[in-house]
């Protein structure tokens, strides 16, 4: 989601006249688009943010914004703490970038990070001249009213705010005409979309999926993410039907424990996720399922943890992101008190870790002599006829060819080894 919103704040001030430079020092304009999802990478900001004070000192004129998450929950405090900084904007308002930098022009500084009951996303056309010509990301909905208890999105993004299917398909239409064969979809609760319109006022995910999925020369169609409770009948459908739905499923789960699920307020158990984890292959045998762990949560016992590591045999993901468990003020788990020790926390971490990783190799392995197409990503970087391109099920997938591919093009290789993190294929015989 700041990939895209990247996309959109540079799109607007180029519309400024701004041009994008290809080093910091010949810069006159600096934006910082933050994430907070992790200490690590709100510190990360932090440090970068702190070094651009030696640049406005050179360059008095520089003008030096904040974005994203950071931006959003610091507001005034980072003012506060990096008084080099001119304009700190919240997602909410990066569409109103251009005024802000003509008043940080007169030396007067922004901060934009109030939230608005009536907030709506605007009509958005992305110019297709910047990002990757063949896939992109657009965005369906901001926002989330879960409230897990360690994710701070709902206080970032603030609450679910679905963007009109009218402008959805605008935008897709518009890529795909430009060229672009494959879309993702991108909400931070997907299956939720529309709800937070009047009942029957607004189109349904699966709904909106399936509109979207009939835009002529849409290739591919993906989305991202998903609450596994919001997980619908109708959305399991989506993958018997629409031939150009990717068989990928990214459904974080975070802890095989009820009791663990419980605390951090997920509002599924785990039979009701393995529920859907069935339906979904039966809907789609071949499905890909890919999720999130988060190990080490608040009194989270060893007896959980083994519960985590058995869901693991049992659904056999293709892959996971796993993280130890870290507070975020104000997410409300920080009011638990953490019984796992950091030590703990780095072994479970590791053994999850190790045994995903064996079957990950696993699962890559079982397609080992299936012929898929793939979507061409590009040359590698050695060059010499080694290509790489991605799946339907979203894996790597590298292989040599004598042809000369342009991103996006599909071909059919069967694939000859799989790997840990990818796939290795020849040329199909039709295509050798
Ligand atoms: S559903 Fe996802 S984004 Fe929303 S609060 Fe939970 S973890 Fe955060």
Avoid at 146 to 156: A, K, R
Avoid at 227 to 241: G, I, R, Y
Avoid at 317 to 344: H, I, M, Q
Avoid at 369 to 392: A, D, F, N, Y
């Amino acid at each position: 989601m700041n990939e895209r919103d990247s996309e959109i704040m540079l799109q607007l001030l180029e519309q400024q006249g701004y041009l994008l430079c290809a080093d910091l020092d010949s810069a006159d304009a600096v934006i910082v688009n933050t994430c907070s999802i992790r200490g690590k990478a709100e510190q990360k900001a932090y440090s970068f943010i702190g070094s651009l004070r030696r640049l406005k000192k050179k360059k008095p004129h520089l003008i030096i914004a904040v974005a994203g998450c950071v931006a959003q929950q610091e507001g005034a405090k980072m003012k506060a703490r990096m008084p080099h900084v001119d304009i700190i904007v919240g997602p909410q308002a990066i569409y109103q970038l251009p005024d802000f930098f003509r008043q940080a022009a007169d030396a007067t500084a922004v901060i934009a990070t109030s939230q608005h009951k009536d907030f709506t996303i605007p009509p958005f056309l992305p110019d297709i001249g910047h990002g990757l010509p063949h896939k992109r990301f657009v965005t369906i909905m901001q926002g989330c009213n879960n409230y897990c208890t360690y994710c701070i999105v709902p206080y970032t993004r603030g609450r679910e705010v679905s963007r009109r299917p009218e402008d959805i398909l605008a935008e897709v239409r518009h890529l795909v005409d430009g060229g672009v064969r494959e879309i993702t979809l991108l909400g931070q609760n997907v299956n939720s979309y529309g709800n937070d319109h009047p009942a029957g006022g607004q189109t349904s995910f699966p709904e909106l999926l399936r509109q979207v999925a009939a835009v002529p020369g849409l290739v591919r169609l993906r989305f991202t993410t998903s609450n596994p409770k919001d997980l619908s009948p109708a959305l399991m459908a989506c993958f018997q039907d629409l031939d150009n739905l990717c068989h990928h499923f990214h459904l974080p789960v975070q802890s095989g424990s009820n009791a663990v699920l419980k605390k951090m307020n997920r509002k599924y158990t785990v039979e009701s996720y393995m529920d859907k984890v069935r339906g979904l292959r039966r809907a789609c045998a071949d499905i890909s399922l890919t999720t999130d762990i988060i190990v080490g949560f608040p009194g989270e016992t060893e007896a959980d943890f083994l519960a985590t590591m058995d869901l693991l045999e049992e659904v056999r993901y293709d892959s996971a992101f796993s993280f130890k468990y870290s507070s975020r003020p104000p997410a409300a788990s920080c009011n638990l008190a953490e019984t796992v020790s950091e030590e703990e926390k780095a072994q479970r971490l590791a053994l999850f870790q190790k045994r995903q990783n064996e079957i990950s190799l696993e699962r890559h392995q079982e397609y080992v002599g299936t012929t898929l197409p793939v979507m061409i990503e590009g040359e590698s970087k050695t060059g010499q006829g080694q290509w790489s391109g991605r799946s339907s099920h979203n894996l790597i997938v590298n292989f040599h060819s004598p042809r000369t591919y342009r991103p996006g093009e599909l071909e059919n290789v069967t694939i000859t080894e799989g790997c840990l993190h990818s796939l290795r294929a020849e040329l199909s015989q039709g295509d050798k």
